[in-house]
């Protein structure tokens, strides 16, 4: 099975964004018109995309709801969205503007009722995000750092019926630095869960070496792109051919 490639869209203030480890104040514009990009990502033959609410990741609310709104209307790619997203009437509200799966990341790791709550109300469709410093679970946008190891919190909610575990290294995100993915598999040999690696993916070494640990840890199931993209340290095709299986 060919791996799952999820190019990012980071929204801050309505626009595209990329931190470098999760610093707001870090911020390099990319695009003003988060649409527009989403298109050019689907023209590219990428079959689904990733959405954060950046601000809504601080401010523990939906924030960036237009600029949503626009992507879900400008493209037929599926759309995971995770930020902000704290109690089942926002989960509610973004499946209600047609987002395909939520990401519940902060308020997995604060009230894990909720996670599986959701996941009984909506199979298939929750994911828990887990963003980890130094193997220590971090919340409220980066911004805390919680007492739990990743692999703790993923075991906790492997029998909660979610659809994937998100796994973000915040010390490489946005840094080009290549993927943790000594981190990421030993994560998805210690689950049953699909898991998606985040954070760090540089160029086309990173898709391949990644599709080598899936052919030894089958649950390894894609990657989130940010950075590499818009730089252009990454081509869209050979993004795609690399993780297409030999």
């Known amino acids: 099975m060919a791996l799952t490639l999820y190019p990012a869209i980071d929204l801050k203030d309505g626009a595209c964004v990329r931190l470098k480890r999760g610093a707001m104040d870090q911020a390099t514009i990319y695009a003003e018109n988060p649409a527009a990009q989403a298109r050019a990502f689907e023209a590219a033959g990428f079959k689904a995309l990733h959405v954060v609410d950046l601000d809504g990741a601080f401010a523990g609310r939906p924030v960036n709801i237009e600029a949503v709104r626009a992507i879900l209307a400008s493209v037929s790619m599926q759309i995971q969205l995770g930020g902000g997203i704290r109690d089942m009437v926002g989960i509610e509200a973004w499946f209600a503007l047609g987002v395909s ?11 894990p009722a909720l996670v599986r709550d959701a996941a009984k109300a909506f199979p298939g469709r929750i994911i828990v995000g887990i963003d980890a410093i130094n193997g220590m679970v971090a919340t409220e946008g980066w911004a805390e750092v919680s007492a739990l190891t990743a692999t703790d919190m993923a075991l906790r909610l492997e029998d909660a019926g979610i659809a994937a575990i998100i796994h973000t290294d915040i010390a490489r995100d946005g840094m080009l630095a290549g ?11 210690g689950v049953t869960l699909p898991v998606i690696a985040s954070g760090g993916v540089a160029g086309i070494a990173d898709i391949i070496a990644l599709r080598e640990a899936a052919a030894r840890t089958p649950n390894l199931a894609g990657t989130i792109i940010g950075r590499a993209l818009y730089d252009g340290s990454l081509d869209p095709a050979a993004a795609l051919a690399g993780a297409a299986p030999c």
């Open 101 to 111: 799966r939520v990401i519940l990341g902060s308020a997995a790791v604060k009230n």
């Open 179 to 189: 993927l943790n993915l000594e981190a990421t598999e030993a994560l998805a040999r």
